[in-house]
C-alpha cells in the first residue's frame, strides 16, 4: 500500500501531499484515499454508496490530475465522499484508468468534515517514476 503526507511547508492557502506508490495502481489508490483524508475523518463516512469510474487522458499526469478533480466534483455536485478506491490505470496513448469506490454521502451529525477542496492545481504537479521505489505525485489542492 502506498503513503502519503501533507507538506505544510509547501503551500499556505492550499494543501500539498506527496503520495507513493509501489505502481500506477496503488499510486492513483493513495491519492484518492489522502484526498479523502483531507475532506473527512474517513470512519465517519458510511460505506452505503458503490460507484465505477472510467477516465482517459493524453498522459499520466493529466490522469492523476483529472482522477481527483472527478473526485472533488462528486463531493461538490453529489455530496458523496468516496475513502476506498480499487484503481486499474492502463499507460498508453491515451492512458485510462477503471476505479471502484466506496463510500456516501455527507451527513450531519455524523460525517467529520477536515476541509473543502475546491480543485488541483498544476503549481508544482508532478507524477514521475523512480525504478527503485515505484511512483510519486506532488499535488497541490486549492482548499
Known sequence: MGEFEFLDSVAIADCAME??????????ETAARALAELMVDPPTVARVSERTVTLSAP??????????SELIYV??????IFPVARVRV??????GLTADLEGGPIEAGRTAL???????TLH?????????????ARVIVDI
Open 19 to 28: 503520495v507513493s506508490g509501489h505502481d500506477l495502481d496503488d499510486l492513483f
Open 59 to 68: 498522459s499520466v499526469d493529466m490522469l492523476l490530475y483529472d482522477w481527483l
Open 75 to 80: 463531493k461538490d455536485a453529489e455530496r458523496l
Open 90 to 95: 492502463r499507460e498508453g496513448s491515451p492512458c
Open 114 to 120: 477536515r476541509s473543502d477542496p475546491k480543485a488541483v
Open 124 to 136: 508544482e504537479f508532478v507524477v514521475e517514476r523512480n525504478p527503485a521505489h515505484g511512483w510519486r
